[in-house]
């Protein structure tokens, strides 16, 4: 009887140990999520500063279109007074 006693707390003891185990790899694979839900973020963070960059520079090329269009259309006004003037 006694042996049987020592027998249910020894296996007692070892549930016990599994569910320590148990919630020690849950806790693991939690910290895990968490890494990878972050690294993401990350990612994301990098793309968008990825895509400001593409936006800037998209910008400073419509800038840069404006401007030679303004010089061109002076270009054009200039030969225009040339044309009255040389008349």
């Not at 003891?13 to 990878?36: C, G, S, Y």
């Not at 593409?54 to 061109?72: H, M, Q, V």
């Amino acid at each position: 009887m006694l042996l049987l006693l020592l027998l249910l707390l020894l296996l007692l003891l070892l549930l016990m140990l599994l569910l320590l185990l148990l919630m020690l790899l849950l806790l693991e694979l939690r910290d895990l999520l968490l890494l990878l839900e972050l690294r993401d973020l990350l990612l994301l963070l990098e793309l968008r500063d990825l895509l400001l960059l593409e936006l800037r520079k998209l910008l400073l090329l419509l800038e840069l279109r404006k401007l030679l269009l303004l010089l061109e259309l002076r270009k054009l006004l200039l030969l225009l007074q040339l044309r009255v003037l040389l008349r």
